[in-house]
């Protein structure tokens, strides 16, 4: 009987290409190796790495729902940050520009430069002012253009929502 179990530099280079490791497949490396060792898994070894790696990338997914379920308005530029070093380390690489960080990426740098991200101490209100401000700086950004749905047109939105309350309120 033989068996094909990946070296932990075979393993390393999948995840370093993308690949997803899956429960499965730590599961069948692990019941190879524990066969091959009689011993079970060797600390170290491809069932270890394969375990590692999929726990890591289950973090980046966790980390990647998290932040997905946020407004877009309110990702900053420290879930970029996270998202990065999840994604780094999911891949068995250091810290670089993945796919998903550069989606996240763009989004906090766009909402810090419209000044959306929210901070503790200030109460999130929007006012109609705040979001001609921010149509302007969008405008800028974009080349003139805002696209629909944007940030601005979003803060817009509620800005007109507040002032009607206000309206029917007073």
Do not use: C, W
């Not at 401000?133 to 939105?157: D, K, L, V």
């Amino acid at each position: 009987m033989s068996f094909d179990i990946p070296t932990v530099a075979e393993i390393q280079l999948a995840a370093e290409s993308g690949q997803r490791i899956t429960q499965d497949d730590v599961s069948a490396i692990s019941q190879a190796e524990s066969t091959l060792t009689g011993n079970g898994p060797a600390r170290g070894g491809p069932a270890a790495t394969a375990q590692s790696l999929y726990m890591r990338q289950m973090n980046f997914e966790n980390k990647v729902n998290e932040v997905s379920r946020k407004p877009s308005s309110s990702i900053s530029v420290a879930d970029a940050d996270e998202i990065q070093a999840t994604e780094g380390r999911a891949f068995n690489q250091p810290l670089r520009i993945g796919l998903i960080t550069a989606q996240v990426r763009s989004i906090a740098d766009s909402n810090e430069a419209l000044g959306l991200t929210a901070r503790a101490d200030v109460p999130v209100y929007v006012t109609k002012d705040d979001a001609r401000n921010a149509q302007h700086a969008e405008a800028a950004i974009y080349g003139g253009q805002n696209p629909r749905g944007g940030q601005a047109a979003q803060m817009q939105s509620v800005a007109d929502k507040i002032d009607h309350v206000r309206r029917v309120s007073y």
